[in-house]
């Protein structure tokens, strides 16, 4: 049975499978955004819902300057774990991007899978706007609106059904206009023949679902 709870609930219980419970999604959205970053050596980067700190952990350990924000404590408290494995120093803070947002002056803006669980996303193009250096860029990814990818996944992995909205490409390219932003970039990602090979190893078939794109990533620049 399917039992309906909020989203900070969903995350509070999936804290400590997250990133074993989606190891092909994420492999295949990060072959395809890392790219987009370029250098991060010495670059200010703000991970806006760093989840269990996927990339602020990666991009720490390439030199980057990272401050990762996440209105959950526990997702934070495994992101936490793993830069002091990893020995890297990250600004975390526990915040609930509803409420507040970080100030600062960034190169590099991230948000990853976090827009769906807004509604009206504008304000939050706006804040994001307002944080990021001339010149500087934003990377976001959301589920692909043609399926409730978000509500899919966490139905499956948890037994759970948590509210996500669904955007669609042209929403959210008005929204980053509109936030002053250039739109430079858009892909559609699908499970990669690298995590479509990685799964068939761990004797799992994905390539059942590889024929249509799960997640949507936009790149934008300051003006």
């Known amino acids: 049975m399917v039992k309906t709870v909020s989203i900070k609930e969903v995350y509070k219980r999936w804290a400590q499978r997250y990133e074993n419970d989606l190891p092909y999604l994420f492999e295949s959205e990060s072959e395809k955004v890392i790219p987009l970053l370029g250098n991060v050596k010495g670059k ?22 990272v401050t990762a924000v996440d209105f959950s404590k526990e997702m934070i408290a495994v992101a936490r ?8 120093k990250i600004d975390f803070r526990n915040i609930d991007l509803k409420k507040g947002f970080p100030e600062g002056d960034y190169d590099i803006i ?4 976090v827009l769906g669980h807004f509604k009206k996303t504008a304000l939050l193009f706006s804040k994001i706007s ?13 589920f692909h609106p043609h399926k409730e990818g978000g509500k899919l996944i966490l139905v499956q992995s948890l037994g759970l059904d948590a509210r996500k909205y669904r955007q669609t490409k042209e929403e959210y390219i008005s929204a980053i206009n509109n936030a002053g932003l250039l739109f430079e970039k ?4 699908k499970f990669s023949k690298k995590a479509i090979l990685h799964a068939k190893n761990d004797g799992i078939n994905i390539e059942q679902y590889s024929h249509k794109p799960f997640l949507m990533v936009f790149k934008a620049r300051k003006k």
């Open 186 to 189: 858009f892909l559609e990602i």
């Open 81 to 88: 774990k793993k830069a002091k494995q990893s020995k890297v």
């Open 110 to 113: 991230l948000s990853m899978l």
């Open 44 to 65: 200010k980067v703000l991970d806006l819902g760093c989840g269990t700190g996927r990339y602020s952990v990666a991009l720490a350990k390439k030199g980057a300057i």
């Open 130 to 142: 307002k944080a990021i250096k001339p010149n500087g860029i934003c990377i976001i990814s959301t």
